[in-house]
Structure formats: C-alpha cells, structure tokens
C-alpha cells in the first residue's frame, strides 16, 4: 500500500481562526501546490470540495484529548508534544486523500497557445527523418527526456547496432523538447523537396534545396505549438546550442560486421542573423547536418519520412513524447507490443527503472481519460512483467505514411 503525499499544512489552531474566505483561498492554494507535485491537473474546487476539505482540516481525532496545563511536568509537555505530532499526521493524511479524489489526473496534452489557430498556414505536414545505415531515430530518444539539464552519455545496444548520444560538456544532452526544431528543420526540407519534384516534373530546372534553413523564431515557435513570451525565446537559443553539440554515433552490426559510423550532430550548427529591439532572436539560419540531407534530398520517390500527429508538440512530458515516437514507428496503422524493460533501456531514462515503471503507469492511466494523439496505451502482465501494447485507433483521421510526390498540393 502506497504512503500518502506529505503535506505542508499549518496548525490546525490557526486554519480554525481564519474567515471562511480566507480558508478556502488557502485550500485552493494547497490543492494547486498538491496538484503540481503528484502531476495531477489543477481545479478551481467548488464550495461542495471546499467544505468537505474544511471538515478534514478540523476534524477531531484521538490526539486531541489535551492534558491537563496546571504544573505540567516535563513529561506532560512530550505527551502534549506527541500528540499534536500524531495529530498533524492524521489531518496530512485525511487531506492528502481527500485532495486525490478531488484532483482529476493531470492531462497528456498541454493546452495549445492562444494563436494556434495559424497553424497550418505554417505547417503543411511533420515529418520525423530516419538515421542512415538502416538504424531508425523513432527506434530510440536520440534526446534526454528530462527537462532539466542532463550531462553525460546515453547508450543504446540494440539488436544489430551500437548507439551512442553524446551533448556538450556544458551545454548538456538536446532535450525531447528541443528536438522539435530538429523536426521543423526536417519538415523544412521535405517540403523543399516536395516543390523541387513538383517544378521538376512540370519540365522546369529548379535547384536543389538551399543546405541552410533560415527561419524566423516566430515561425519556430508556431511550428511548435509553442507561445511567443519572453522566455520562449531565451529557451530556444539555449535549445540550438544543445542540438548543436548533441551528437550520435552508431556502430552497425548488420551482416555480423562492425563499422564505424562517424559522429552526426542534429544539426549542423546556427548563426543568430538578427535580433529584436530586446535583444531577443528574430532570425536564425540552420545549417542542415549531411546525413539529414542525403537522406531527405535524395533519387527515391517514396522518402524514409515518417508523418507525425500535430498534437505531437502538446504532449506535455519527455516520456510521453517517446512513447508517441515509439508507436508511430512501430505499430503504424496496427500495434506494437514492448516490454517496459526494453522501453527503459530505448528511452535512454536515468530513472531507476521502478521509478520508471511508475511514471509509465501513470501515463497511462491518464490517457484513460485524455487520450494519446493517434494511439491507445494498455498495460498488462507478461511472463517477465509488464508489457506496453500500442494500438493505433482506426476512427481517428491521423495521418499515414504517404510519399512525398503522393501528397496533395
């Protein structure tokens, strides 16, 4: 049986002298607090929730029979001390139960910005590229899933080649979230290439697409589903310098022989072009790292590409993006079945892998009720423990694998 949350709550002396208004404004005020810590979605509560957290403030338990306060001795004082330790224990656990029950669990998706309604002017379509030598990106986080800063070396050992995701010594790994420009880059170029088969098979001489990207960081932002505050913009400098340094390696095993794969950064670097009045970034230039662009501009009709559901950018957590990115790959318009101790080693988690268990579970269990673009998640006991299916929901209109020249204009 799980212990319950601990709570920081004052005395319950000084609860009871407060006016009604004042209790339930610090009621709403621990339940936002209760909500952000257990990764529950955060409510106004009703008068009805209000009262009945009142009555579990101050309800009356065995620790509030008060010994005698004439010459207490100094054992009295430790039995006066014990008890309202024993008390306090009993409220912090009536209300952190109560407040679970009151709290919904916390949404998949992230509400989207309030321009969002311009979205698709910008974006035609989100693709995902894949890694050359026949070795998936989608096969594994080639990011941290965290949103703090991670150090360090994440490897993968799969079953026919070696991985490896190294980031900068202080700049840290690329995060899930930044990789978001890796994909607006990606999408860049897929539809460069879509126009240059377009011009090219309407008997015309088009060039190549340009090897660097030059983006507003508004563009960026729209693309990413992302609010245009100060701060966005702050992140996404930070952001590119993580992906520039962010390099991976692999070591393919294919056919029993080992070969070196050079090192391959998500990108190939960026320059700040110009800047705001406020010193923010206004336009950037993305250098498209080669491996990316051979595998994007190349002779084939149908490109190694992968669409991706807009509402990709709106999952709010690392790990949910990676399960998102893992199903895509592997069930498409069917299912996939994994171990969650293969999904803790593709993921690349620093978690401990119980502590990983419990945040998959979590998830889950919210996309009972606020469902995962595109796909259904389900848990069940297998012969070495517990198996993630990922099925694709037929009734959804999310989009397939199409080629390039394939899609309407």
Partial sequence: MSKAPRLELMARDGFAALSLHEKNAYLQELAERFAETQGREPVVLDKDALARLRRYYLRRVWADLKLPKENPSALDDALNRLGESIRMQAVQ?????????????KRVLRAPPENDAQLMFFVPAIYDAPIKDDVNLMDVAPFSLAKNRRTGVIKYELKDSLITIEGGAESGLATVFDYDIFLNMVSYLAEEVRRYRQDEARGLRPSLPARAYRPSSAHILKFCRR??????YDDLEAALDRLTKTTIKVVNLSGGKRRQVDSRPLIGGYQVVSRTGTNKID?????????VYQSVVRADKALPL???NEDYFLISSGLGRFIYRLARKAAGKGEARYSVRELHKRSGSS???????????QLVSRTAAFPMPDFDLSLQEGQDGPVLTMKRRTSDDAPGELPLLDRAV
Avoid: C, H
């Fill in 306 to 308: 992968l669409t991706l």
């Fill in 227 to 232: 609010s245009d505050g100060g701060k966005s």
């Fill in 93 to 105: 656990g009536d209300m952190a139960g109560a407040l679970m029950n009151e709290l919904p669990p």
């Fill in 283 to 291: 336009l950037v230039e993305i250098t498209i790292p080669d491996w």
């Fill in 351 to 361: 978690q401990e892998f119980r502590k990983f268990v419990y945040d998959l579970k």
